[in-house]
């Protein structure tokens, strides 16, 4: 449980960060070709690969870069609009490396909104409980599960700029529009 917790809070991590970095149309359905290329992420394991309109984000995991999610972006000035469409394998496998009920062991990518559903189920079956135990309010747990439905959104708008090497994502986050600022540098 540990495992996947981490792994779900990597995915959520990796998702703002891809989402913040990733584009919005610039009335042209073009996108900035700064951005085409391997971008590292500034403190952390992340790195996330840009071209011409489409994204794939990876993690570190002992020295080897994992696929994660992939999906489409677009840009415009320079606010970005960028939606996940797949996410990989590797963000639903156990430590046995069983996938959960319902996900093909043949299938490396899955929909989105499948891996979305499958964690909501999860999400709040554990609030249901809290309830039922009075630890949480009816209140709470409403709040609860529509932070977690506006958390796991598959399109996020950022704003973006490039100086030199360095590319500066920012989002706004979270319930309380938090301003969310991820720092990556070039890799290529």
């Known amino acids: 449980m540990t495992r996947k917790t981490f792994k779900f809070t990597l995915i959520a991590v990796l998702l703002v960060f891809s989402m913040v970095i990733l584009g919005c ?3 042209n359905g073009n996108t900035d070709p700064a951005l085409n290329g391997t971008w590292a992420s500034v403190g952390g394991g992340g790195r996330m690969y840009l071209h011409n ?3 794939t984000m990876s993690y570190n995991d002992n020295g080897t ?3 994660t999610m992939r999906g489409t972006y677009t840009t415009s000035g320079n606010t ?3 939606t996940v469409t797949l996410v990989h394998r590797n963000n639903l ?3 046995s490396g069983e996938l959960p009920p319902g996900f093909n062991a043949s299938t490396e990518w899955f929909n989105y909104s499948q891996y979305v559903s499958y964690y909501r189920d999860i999400y709040k079956s554990v609030l249901d409980l809290q309830l039922s135990n009075n630890i949480i309010t009816q209140a709470q747990y409403n709040e609860s599960l529509a932070e977690f439905d506006t958390e796991s959104s598959a399109s996020r708008t950022s704003t973006y700029a490039i100086s030199g090497d360095t590319l500066t ?3 706004t986050n ?6 969310v600022i991820e720092i990556y540098t070039r890799v290529n």
Do not use: Q
């Open 93 to 95: 496998m156990d430590e």
């Open 65 to 67: 870069f994992k696929d």
């Open 80 to 82: 970005m609009t960028s």
């Open 53 to 55: 309109g489409s994204f």
């Open 174 to 179: 979270g319930p309380d529009n938090t301003p």
């Open 169 to 171: 994502v920012t989002t």
């Open 25 to 27: 149309p610039d009335g």
